[in-house]
């Protein structure tokens, strides 16, 4: 695994919440340290009431890497900086990770109140990491989520993911992107992006770069040919230019249009060429846009439309008819706009094997006690029919699940609502992997989140195996997340002891 740079990074494990601290400043004094806790992170709902992608996972093992990777000494300069327990300071400076975890991939679809990862170890190393975990899977999967949401409004065309400027600053920025991509974002344009996780970046023009040459159309004119002229024999060959900033149709379009055919760019020109629209009446000015571009020739030019978009405005240019071939969108993507707050939390559902639970007046707050795996059920036709969460040992749904035998799926709300399914009819999957094993991330699947487009390509091909109904941004179809047998029985079992003392 590739060496972090461990003093400026360790700040990640303890950009976190005092209260941590002051707990696990009371678990030492009691000697609880060594008590294994069981820790679920897992989200209530999302914005269209459908599922989310999983993003963030590749960063969470990093986050114990430089836990486990910085020495005493350096955790000590920072500890002794803010806190005031010796006792304590001396504990988490020699703290390393040696628990467990076990997480849905990067590129997963989840739906509310399944595990996304499990950290299993002693109590301290699993109270720590509560914030600085949140802090990487709520942004993560908020942007992949919405990614996720504004690429199906535009398929089959492809979106770009460029709101780098307009994100919660530096983290959100770089990692953002990759989530984005994760989410279904055919690339990105942010340069550190490209650095840290090795995913092109690649981008157009801003209308201060046409500004620089001068006012009107003989200096716009002359910034796209030197745009051409420097940068068609480049790394990606893409050249895609900015028309609105005077006229869109009779100044920059027709610009765009000589400069092209001045410089022998046409359909056979082997990279992406084409012009891109940031502002008026999108729908309009694009079919313009392709009628003109098609009557001289350039077919096989791109129309690249920007502006504040999002999944809805989206979904009105096709409406529209707009002629269009690739989307930017911006800030409802990199700050996930209309939904900033993913929600993901952080739940102790067992220590030293006992399971906990926690119960709320808020029915949805309710917690699902024990450690536990998820397994997905797909129906003859290969599509997800249901997730099963069962618990990891003793299950007996598990084991019907595991030899293929007849299986009721029961709904936790409704006792009458079970699904009944015929062994020979029905196929599973195993979402749940161990990517931490006694302190030591497993590499193998460690390299595999290192891989960003495959990590998208198992988003793809997750997605496709979701029906059309339960795909839709607009009231999908409910997706069934069902206990197992077991599992029920020991929620309710824990409801009603506490209800009885209470």
């Known amino acids: ?69 910085t020495s005493e000494e350096e955790k000590r300069m920072y500890f002794s900086t803010i806190l005031e327990e010796q006792h304590l300071i001396e504990f988490l400076s020699k703290i390393r990770f040696t628990g467990d975890i076990y997480a849905l991939p990067d590129g997963a679809i989840a739906y509310p109140n399944e595990p996304i990862l499990t950290i299993k170890a002693p109590l301290i190393e699993a109270q720590i990491l509560e914030t600085p975990i949140l802090n990487i899977i709520n942004m993560a999967m908020a942007i992949a989520t919405k990614a996720s949401m504004v690429t199906r409004a535009a398929y089959p065309q492809v979106v770009s993911s460029f709101g780098s400027r307009r994100a919660h600053g530096f983290d959100s920025a770089v990692s953002g992107n990759k989530a984005a991509v994760i989410g279904g974002c055919s690339g990105h344009s942010n340069l550190m992006t490209e650095y840290r996780y090795g ?45 609105d900033t005077y006229n869109t149709i009779k100044i920059g379009l027709e610009n765009a249009i000589e400069a092209f055919q001045e410089a022998g760019i046409d359909d056979n020109y082997p990279g992406v060429y084409g012009v891109r629209i940031d502002s008026g009446d999108l729908a309009y000015l694009s079919k313009k846009c392709r009628q003109r571009l098609d009557e001289v020739g350039m077919k096989k030019a791109k129309i690249f439309l920007t502006n504040s978009l999002d999944e809805k405005l989206i979904k009105s240019l096709k409406e529209q008819g707009a002629c269009v071939d690739i989307y930017g969108v911006g800030d409802a993507i990199a700050v996930s706009k209309s939904y900033p707050c993913f929600g993901g939390v952080y739940k102790i559902v067992e220590l030293d094997g006992k399971p906990l639970i926690k119960l709320s007046e808020d029915v949805i707050k309710i917690s699902n006690p024990g450690f536990k795996e998820v397994y997905r059920i797909f129906d003859k036709e290969g599509k997800a029919y249901a997730d099963l969460v069962t618990l ?65 390509k198992h988003y793809f091909e997750s997605l496709e195996k979701v029906s059309d109904e339960r795909k839709r941004l607009e009231n999908p179809h409910q997706y069934k997340v069902d206990l197992s047998q077991d599992l029920l029985q020991l929620k309710y079992g824990l409801i009603k002891s506490i209800k009885e003392e209470a």
């Open 1 to 69: 695994m590739k060496r972090l740079n461990t003093l400026t990074e360790f700040a990640r494990v303890i950009n976190s919440d005092r209260y941590q601290y002051t707990e696990s400043d009371i678990f030492l004094m009691e000697k609880m340290q060594d008590k294994v806790a069981t820790f679920d992170v897992f989200f209530r709902k999302t914005e269209d009431g459908g599922f989310a992608v999983v993003a963030g996972v590749q960063e969470v093992l990093d986050l114990i890497h430089i836990l486990n990777e």
């Open 392 to 456: 990891v040992e003793g299950d007996r749904d598990k084991e019907i699940l595991l030899s293929g035998k007849d299986l009721i799926l029961r709904d936790e709300k409704y006792d009458f609502k079970k699904s009944y399914l015929k062994a020979g009819e029905y196929t599973f999957e195993k979402l749940t992997k161990v990517y931490v094993k006694q302190g030591e991330v497993q590499e193998a699947l460690y390299e595999e989140l290192l891989d960003t487009m495959k990590s998208q």
């Open 199 to 243: 995913i092109p970046s690649s981008g157009t023009m801003a209308h201060s770069y046409i500004q620089s040459f001068g006012v009107g159309k003989k200096a716009e004119k002359e910034a796209f040919t030197k745009f051409i002229e420097h940068r068609k024999n480049r790394k990606g060959n893409t050249l895609l230019l900015l028309i």
